[in-house]
Structures are given as C-alpha cells and as structure tokens.
C-alpha cells in the first residue's frame, strides 16, 4: 500500500517537472501569436474596409468586394500570367543545373579541383539580392558594361537590356541560376554521399562505365531528393523572389515584370489601400497552398514520393 | 603488378570532359565577380570607356577614397552590423529555446507545439496585415522593426530539433534525471555544451540573412540614417543625383571627371557591401554545408 502511493506521488513529480521545458518554450510561441497569427487574424481586412482608427475587426465588412475588383480590373490577367509564367520558367529552370554540377562534382577524379569547383559555385549564395541585382545592372550597363563591351568586340550595337521587357526572364531566370546552383548541388551531393560505394564496385566489376554509373546508380538516387524540393519550390510559383522581381523592375520592363507581389505592395504600401492588397495576397497564398497540395497529390500517385 | 581495373578509354574522356564542365562552371560563377572588382580598382575613365573586362586598367583606389569619405556608406555599415549582431542574439536564442523543447521526447503536447510552429511555414498574413502589425506595436522606424518580426524561422527550428534528436541521446536525459538534475540542468550543463555546433549554423543562417536584409528595412524604416549598408547601395545604384552631389562635395573634380567617378563608385560599393559576407565565407564554408544537409536531408 505505501509502495504504491510512492509511485504515484513519484509519478506525478515526473510528469509536472517538464514545466521548465514549457516555460522555454513561451517566449517563441508568445513570438509566433504576435507576429504570425496576429496577421493571420488580420487577414479578415480582405473582406473589410480597413480604416487603422476601427482595427482589424472593428471595420465594416463588404463581402468579396475587394476580390471582385481585383479579378475584374484589367491589371489582373497581366498580373496573374507574369507571375505564373516567370515562376514556372525559373522553377523547371532551376532544377537540371544543380543536379548536373552534383553530379560532375561527385564522379570527379580530380578531388581538389572537385573541392574548389565547389567553394566557388557556393560562394554566390552569400551575395544578397541587392548586390545581385546590382551586379546585374552593372554587368548590363549600356556604357562600359562588360556584356556590351562584348558585343562591342563582336561589332555589334549596345543594348540596354534592363529596359527591355523582352529581356526580364531571361535575366531574372539566368542570374537567379548563377546564384542558386552551388547552394542548390549541396542536398544532392549529401545524397550522392550516402550512397553504398558496393554499388559502384559492383558496377565497375560488371564494366560499368562512369556514365553507365551515373545513369544507373546516381540518377535513381538522388531522384526522391529531386522530387521532393520540386514539390516544395511549388509554392514559389507564385510566390516568385518578390524581392529580385521588386529590384528588377523599371517602368520600362513592367509589362513582363509587373507580378502579383509587387503589385501587392504598390496598392497596398506606396498607395495605402490595405484592404484591397490584402485580398490579392490572400489570393496569392490560396492559390500558392493549391497548387502545393496539388502538385504534392500528383507526385504521390506517378511516383510514390510526397511530402505528406 | 597493379590489380586495380583498369580505366578504360571511355573513362578517361569523360574524366577529361568532366574536369573541363567543373573548370567551365567556375568561371561562369567567376567572370562576373572578377569584372566588378577589377572595375573598381581600375581608373574611372578606362571603367566609362569600356576597357575593362576582366583585368584592371591603370590600376587606381581613386573611387574607393570617395567612398570611405561618404558618411552615409559609414553609416550603413555600423547599422547593419548592429542589426546582425543583435538580431542574430535574439534569433539563436529564440530558435534554441523552441527547437529543445520540441526534441523532448517526453514533452506532453509536442505534436501540438509542433504542428503550431510548423503552420506558419505554409500560412502567413501576408505583407500587409504583418505591416499593420508591426505599426500597431509601435516598432515603425525604430531598429526592433528590422529585427525582432524576423527573429524566429520555423525552418530552422526545425533544423535545431532535427540536430538535437540525433546528436543527444535520449538515455543522457534518463540519466541526468535519475542524478537529481531538471531540464535547465540538463539543457545548460548537458545539451548546449554538446551543441555548438548547430548553434554556430543557426548563428550563420540568421546573420547572412540580417546582413543581407535590405526590403524590411524600406518597409520599416523612414530615417534615411537608420538605414542598413543593403539600402544604401540600392540608393547609390539608382540615384545619380546622390552621388553626383557626394563626388562635389568630398572632392574637387570637373563635371568631366564626375560621370565616370560615379560609374566607377557603383563597382566600389557593390564591393565594399559584398565583402564582409565574402571574407567570412571560406570559414564558415563547412557549417554552412553541414546546416544545409541536415535541414535537407532529415527535416
């Protein structure tokens, strides 16, 4: 009988002790309801008539106003095809160049060089978007930039690039490569890393050549990685780089660069009509869950890798 | 007698081709650098003219003294470097004290915790309302705008759990729990001693982005001398005006001259901004690496 009130007593002492661990954990959850679910709440202004005196939910409601004039305003077929074309291009764009430097670096014979190749194709990832699109810009530069001084040597004309809404993708598309590919070679070369080196003796015992190797070993081992950053880099589709896009864009290149996000904070911060901006955000973020659910669904079924 | 298999001729070609395609990859990612450090080292005029590619031309710091005469560049950096040292404080610990929880098996309710934390990475209110947010708390043009509303990423919590559910092992806790000791016990004399190595990724993942930082501080902040060395860039990049006005002032130049100091002064401050993050670069290489990898890998 006494035993067994001890271990209850014990017991209860056990389980009551992890207060601490709750106490640590207060200060981020007290974090997250300000500065995460306060905004979530806040979304409610989408189908209100946002004035700062009323607060989130003191505003008058008016329905789907907001989003009704955003679907019917002539800015939103332009708006809605930017953003999915130039998310769609840079999210196929983006995936073979990582996969490939993975792979070249992993069947390298030359480890030093291998090790150096790598250092350096990491390195841009550290320069912010600022400095990319500053780069860019000075690269492009109609007077002394190194892209027309060659086109200089081949006789041809200077161009000015940034102005030129023909060639926003592509210069969003290929700097955003440069930057992203070294970072990007990394998860795959871990996989790479993990795979079973008995593998590869067998192969080359059997007269595998390298590429026979990389076809039938590395390929099928790193493609649940591929598939499954695929699926996640899905929700950037339309949520594409909103801060490259905003340093990109010019009055001249609008008609290519003008994306949902951008739009977003020119309606809503440079005019200050946050009920209507938030509503296209909003229909920013539904349509950017959708089409991960989506995408994640589909994967599941063709290829029996899915985030969840 | 040499026993290993021979390479054969397939293989030697594509070791060759392979090592061109590496070499080929390197330059693509060098050439651009290359070309806007050797433009600001070389003579304005030569830069304007179009005679520098990859290497310097008449090889001169001229533009490189404006810009540490320029009280704003100076400005920039003391404030982005104490938007990085502090926010990334705030950041860490805010990070450690939700991932070690959370790695605690025994915490009643983690799935719960765990799916709050995680909900946000999917969800958010979106610019506007965090806008309306922050300006409701009174945080508009001060440095807590900058800092605390990007304080906390859920990506990398998970990232510090993951760490903490392979590195500790769950019979250290049993244990330290059986000598008497309680969770701050163990998490101070056991777990942190064990973890410096994620809490040195965490740091790095936080002050590259705090350094880096450039669209919340337009959002957040109004006074031009608040701003981090990012938005001081952005101006010089975009306004000739500025710059014109800061080559009169800290030097005696000929409107002649002036075109080409202010071309040149770009590639000095797209330097000047890049190089911090580029010194510490090869040093913190191999975290950078290994925080990548778990995240990926285990998340």
Request: with cysteine; aromatic share 12%.
């Amino acid at each position: 009988m006494q035993n067994k009130t001890k271990y209850k007593v014990n017991h209860k002492r056990k389980r009551l002790s992890h207060w601490r661990l709750y106490l640590m954990l207060l200060p981020p959850v007290i974090y997250l309801i300000i500065f995460k679910y306060w905004p979530i709440y806040g979304l409610q202004i989408a189908f209100r008539e946002y004035t700062p005196v009323l607060g989130f939910s003191g505003s008058p409601w008016v329905g789907l106003k907001h989003f009704k004039n955003f679907f019917s305003s002539y800015q939103f077929v332009r708006l809605l095809s930017n953003t999915l074309i130039l998310g769609t291009i840079s999210l196929i764009a983006s995936i073979p160049c990582p996969i490939i430097l993975a792979l070249s670096i992993n069947a390298a014979k030359q480890r030093k060089l291998a090790k150096a190749v790598q250092l350096i194709t990491y390195a841009p990832y550290f320069i912010s978007t600022v400095i990319l699109v500053s780069l860019v810009t000075q690269l492009l530069a109609v007077r002394g930039g190194m892209f027309n001084v060659v086109r200089g040597w081949m006789g041809m004309d200077a161009v000015n690039l940034l102005s030129d809404p023909g060639a926003f993708r592509p210069i969003y598309i290929l700097s955003g490569i440069w930057q992203g590919t070294g970072y990007g070679a990394i998860i795959y070369l871990a996989s790479l890393a993990g795979v079973s080196p008995d593998l590869y003796e067998a192969a080359k015992l059997d007269g595998a050549t390298i590429m026979q190797r990389i076809r039938y070993i590395d390929l099928p081992s790193i493609m649940p990685v591929v598939v499954i950053l695929a699926i996640m880099n899905c929700g950037s589709i339309i949520n594409v780089g909103f801060e490259k896009v905003l340093l990109l864009q010019n009055q001249m290149n609008m008609s290519t660069s003008d994306v949902i996000s951008t739009y977003v904070y020119r309606i809503g911060i440079g005019s200050s009509q946050f009920s209507y901006s938030t509503a296209i955000g909003l229909f920013n973020s539904i349509v950017s869950v959708i089409l991960l659910l989506l995408v994640n669904w589909f994967s599941k079924k063709a290829t029996e890798t899915s985030l969840f | 007698m040499n026993n290993k298999i021979k390479m054969s001729r397939q293989d030697r070609i594509f070791h060759l081709l392979n090592g061109i395609l590496m070499v080929l990859c390197a330059f693509c990612i060098l050439i651009p650098l290359v070309n806007v450090i050797s433009s600001s080292v070389s003579n304005p005029s030569d830069v304007l003219n179009g005679r520098v590619t990859l290497l310097p031309v008449h090889f001169s710091i001229k533009s490189y003294l404006y810009v540490f005469k320029d009280n704003s560049i100076a400005s920039g950096y003391l404030h982005s470097i104490l938007y990085t040292v502090l926010g990334t404080l705030i950041a860490v610990a805010m990070t450690i004290l939700a991932a070690y929880p959370l790695s605690r098996k025994s915490l009643k309710g983690r799935k719960v915790f765990l799916a709050f934390f995680m909900f946000t990475m999917f969800f958010s209110g979106g610019l506007i309302p965090t806008y309306i947010v922050v300006k409701n708390l009174h945080m508009l043009d001060t440095m807590w705008s900058v800092i605390i509303p990007n304080c906390l990423s859920v990506y990398n919590i998970i990232i510090a759990r993951t760490f903490f559910n392979e590195q500790i092992p769950g019979e250290l806790y049993e244990a330290a729990e059986i000598d008497g000791a309680n969770d701050y016990d163990v998490f101070f004399r056991i777990v942190l001693p064990l973890s410096k190595a994620i809490i040195a990724v965490m740091a790095l993942f936080y002050a590259v982005g705090l350094w880096n930082m450039y669209f919340d501080a337009v959002l957040y902040l109004n006074s031009y001398d608040k701003y981090p060395l990012q938005v001081i860039l952005r101006n010089i990049m975009n306004n000739a005006q500025i710059q014109a006005s800061m080559v009169e002032a800290t030097g005696k130049v000929t409107s002649t001259d002036s075109l080409a100091i202010t071309e040149s002064l770009k590639y000095t401050t797209i330097v000047c901004a890049s190089v911090p993050m580029l010194l510490l670069y090869p040093f913190v290489q191999k975290y950078f690496t290994k925080g990548v990898m778990i995240g990926s890998l285990k998340g």
